[in-house]
């Protein structure tokens, strides 16, 4: 694929976009939105988050006016790419009784549409790795998240500016992004550096014909980046917290949480990694037909873990306590790594303003020698 970068002015990236399209994809792209930035689909470059940044604390999420010639000032909003490939609720079959009075299944995959996605973040990224982790691997990879995802071409954006609640650097997966993109931007001075990951990329990026990049622009950007993973303040105290947690089930710290914790499940929602859901049957209204759809779910809920006839997590210590010792624990088993990529959306989403990395720092602090 090679690593030479390209320049593309900055007045230049509807280009981009034109050559996306004629590629056959749909770009979606992040928008200034009821005060936060949102992926949709995107007409024209002019409607990217230009001079604008994220203020992010726990609890605590505002845009801010920033430099008007920037588009990428901003560390996250709400959604990651999560729902282009894991849908938040779909049909994944129709029944119907026929005329012979059988019943009758007709599955209801995605159409396969050709997306672009610009502007993900190398937390993303690595979100994007462990779901396609989950839903792809092993002998029955799911046949909807597969549609989506092979169809799915990546634009991805060095992040410059992380917010107050990022912690990236910490868990090894950024700011720089270094797999899993078709195409990676440096917003810099001079434009967008632009390089391609990927076969498709490097098609994409040969029919604009950009001049190549000076060895002195690349320096500045990778130490753009650099510094950006050095400003993030956040932690966690080892990227794998196994034995630690599992050996603190019992931890007073738990109890704590507890009693702050609303069990809302917007942690759940927001986090890239998450794919816990649900499966409903719903008949329609003519008693012929019916739909069998999923939805996210989430651990916080009473329902997730109602087992014949028992809810077994029926109070917040012990959901609070699954979704930490599986994120950061668990998956090192099931994914050979933490399930955290540090994107600190669940410390800025949370309504009251519960950080995991002081959860995990003060478990660490009073549970023994786990590292
Ligand atoms: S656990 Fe929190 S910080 Fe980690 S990936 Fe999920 S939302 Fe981001
Ligand atoms: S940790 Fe925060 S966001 Fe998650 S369920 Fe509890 S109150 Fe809601």
Redesign the pocket.
């Known amino acids: 694929m090679g690593t030479s970068q390209r320049v593309l002015a900055s007045h230049a990236l509807d280009t981009l976009l034109t050559a996306l399209r004629e590629d056959g994809y749909r770009c979606v792209g992040p928008q200034p939105r009821d005060g936060a930035i949102v992926f949709d689909t995107l007409g024209q470059a002019a409607d990217l988050p230009w001079g604008w940044q994220d203020e992010q604390a726990p609890g605590h999420y505002r845009l801010q006016h920033a430099d008007p010639s920037r588009a990428f000032a901003w560390a996250n909003g709400p959604q990651a790419i999560k729902p282009l490939t894991f849908a938040p609720r779909e049909t994944l079959w129709e029944s119907r009784i026929g005329a012979d009075g059988h019943l009758q299944f007709a599955a209801t995959l995605p159409a396969g549409e050709k997306v672009a996605v610009i502007g993900a973040r190398a937390c993303d990224l690595a979100a994007l790795h462990l779901q396609d982790q989950h839903f792809l691997q092993g002998a029955h990879a799911d046949a909807y998240y597969a549609a989506r995802r092979r169809n799915l071409f990546i634009v991805a954006v060095h992040c410059t500016a992380p917010a107050a609640t990022c912690f990236c650097a910490s868990t090894g997966d950024g700011p720089l992004c270094t797999a899993g993109f078709d195409l990676a931007l440096h917003e810099t001075d001079a434009g967008y550096l632009v390089a391609a990951g990927s076969e498709a990329g490097t098609s994409v990026l040969a029919s604009l014909s950009l001049p190549e990049a000076s060895g002195t622009q690349v320096a500045q950007a990778e130490a753009a980046v650099a510094a950006a993973g050095e400003r993030q303040t956040r932690t966690l105290p080892s990227r794998n917290l196994r034995d630690l947690l599992f050996a603190n089930l019992d931890h007073p710290q738990w109890d704590d949480v507890a009693a702050r ?7 759940t929602s927001v986090c890239p990694t998450c794919f816990c859901h649900a499966e409903h049957d719903v008949p329609l209204l003519d008693g012929d037909q019916g739909r069998h759809y999923r939805e996210w779910d989430s651990c ?1 809920t009473e329902g997730h873990s109602y087992l014949a006839g028992i809810v077994i997590r029926s109070d917040t210590r012990l959901r ?1 306590r699954q979704w930490l010792t599986h994120k950061l624990g668990g998956w090192h088993d099931q994914y050979g790594r933490s399930g955290c990529t540090g994107c600190g959306r ?1 410390i800025t ?4 303003g ?1 950080d995991l990395t002081e959860e995990v720092a003060r478990i660490h602090a009073t549970g023994g020698d786990h590292d």
């Open positions: 914790c609303l069990s809302c499940g917007n942690c916080f609070y669940c989403w949370c309504p009251v519960i």
